[in-house]
């Protein structure tokens, strides 16, 4: 929408429906020469809706401030959702790997505020602040569990709760 020569905006929205049937295998290893399988099936389903609104001030020929907000998300890597697990009694320590089927996609709330100058001649100076409200960020946990007696380092990826990010940037060209 041109809402005057000076104030531009533009908005829009996408949305994604995500439905996963993820099927897998528990292995353990019980020494060097035996591992026990067996099958594991999960499904994940969910919907992301993705608005965005940018805004665009023209301030002289030569400068503009622009605003934009924007919702993202990123799925969890499918590996990472793996409902199996595994088992290795035959090191030390003893190690359990896990996926994680309970895992969310990370969405993040993005605002963006800019300001831009262009030269006379070819090139920009632009500068601006940008926050991001964040959720469910995918991280790689490893934590020792004592199962029967016995110590195991397992790794499992797991979500964070909310986190925020702040910060600057700045370009010349």
Not at 146 to 160: C, E, F, P
Request: charged letters at 20%.
């Amino acid at each position: 929408i041109k809402a005057s020569d000076k104030f531009k905006i533009v908005g829009g929205f996408r949305n994604e429906t995500t439905r996963l049937t993820l099927y897998g295998s528990k292995a353990t290893k019980e020494n060097a020469t035996s591992t026990v399988i067996s099958p594991s099936t999960v499904e994940s389903n969910y919907n992301a809706f993705l608005p965005m609104l940018h805004l665009r001030y023209t301030i002289s020929p030569k400068s503009n401030i622009r605003f934009a907000y924007t919702r993202s998300f990123i799925r969890p890597n499918f590996g990472d959702m793996s409902p199996g697990s595994s088992i290795d009694n035959t090191t030390s320590p003893n190690k359990i790997t896990r996926g994680n089927p309970d895992l969310k996609p990370t969405f993040s709330h993005n605002f963006d505020l800019m300001g831009e100058y262009y030269f006379d001649n070819i090139g920009i100076l632009s500068g601006g602040v940008f926050y991001k409200k964040i959720s469910d960020i995918v991280f790689q946990d490893t934590s020792i569990m004592n199962l029967s007696g016995t110590d195991y380092m397992v790794t499992q990826a797991k979500n964070l709760k909310d986190s925020n990010l702040l910060g600057f940037e700045m370009g010349i060209n």
